[in-house]
């Protein structure tokens, strides 16, 4: 026999009897978005690794070690990591800053990064999500986070705990790294080799290490004092505030984590994550933020936007599985040209409907229909020679002879 092939380290199948749990998440995210004026937009699953680069952010983990990235034609490429800097690349790209504000836009698909796998963390996953561009006032923040719990609740989570943090503006910020590299300066040594090195390049990452010995570094009095301080200018203050009086006026509950600084490095002013507290390690479903010099820094105009995206399989996880939908009828037959004629006739009015094509006896027939099926529609001789079928109703083993053109009307 022929050696089997495995699916890759890291990825997954969608069996079709988990699929309808997919469809789940993507049809209630078409419903729950739409009533906000969302429009769906797919974007390829590859970009120039330069998009990445430069949207997700060279200090990030996500582009120094997770990207899946390959050579063709002298062409770097990249499986896209997330979703948000192509999203911003198609926005410039087709003009959209010329479409009246707010520009509204939502997402779902494969995501890639290599990372170790384990629960609740592959290296193929799929994420569902939205970008909401050219509003730079609070109201748009508050409305892309009650969407998103909003979209929770439809798909009926409730246990879930918003945390959020304003990381300031690039000047204001400034000062807090600053601060911050200055108090963790006598501990450099015991701080992790990620933290080491993001300590110079990007040291607001550092409060975000999930490393024990770090995260007690951090609750040292005083350097705890440095990182809680509130550093924001006036007016990132007050963008704050102004969001949380939305979140307090639309009855979101949420908590403040001033450790909250998120792994890309777009963000400006908030940023929030949800988290079940049914998930292990891996407990945040969603994460997002304000970023409003992305589409600047990828070459477009100033346009402000906010946004955030869920991991599916995390959603799924935490869901109870959707049973597969089953046919609305079974045909049982002994004249397979009948059958296909009564199939197709019902097929053509909407309904589900299989029969048996492979010559199977009657009785082993019966029994598909009882499994797959709602109703089983009989169709043998004594049927054919009067035109009717014996439709019987596989839940209450109810049975009924009635006239071809009257099975609508009991299916
Ligand atoms: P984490 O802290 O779990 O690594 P992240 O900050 O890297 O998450 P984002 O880039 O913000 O995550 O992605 C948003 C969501 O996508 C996460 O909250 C999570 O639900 C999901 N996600 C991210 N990476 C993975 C992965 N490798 N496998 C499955 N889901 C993922
Ligand atoms: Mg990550």
Redesign the pocket.
Known sequence: MAKIINVIKGTKDILPQDVSSWHRLEETALDVFSKYGYKEIRTPIFEATELFARGVGDTTD?VNKEMYTFEKSDRSLTLRP?NTAGVVRSFIENGMARLSAPVKLWYHGP?F?Y?RPQA????Q?H?VGVEMFGVKQPAADAEVILLAVNYLKALGLNDLTVEINSLGCPSCREEYKRKIKEVLKPEFENLCEDCQNRYEKNPLRLLDCKVESCKEIFEKPEIKKVIQADFICDECAEHFSELKFYLNKMGVKYSENKLLV???DYYNRTVF?IKSNNLGS?N?????GRYDSLVRNLGGDDVPAVGW???M??LNSLLPPVEAEKLDAYIVSNSPADAFMLAEDLRCNGKAVEFDLSNKKFTKQLEKAAKVAKFALILCEDEIKSGTVSVKNLDTSEQKTVNKNEVLTLI
């Open positions: 996500i997330e995501m990064r990372e609740g963390r592959q290296r996953f994420q998120r792994g890309l994550e891996q945040a479903v969603c994460g997002g995206a869920m991991g399989e995390r």
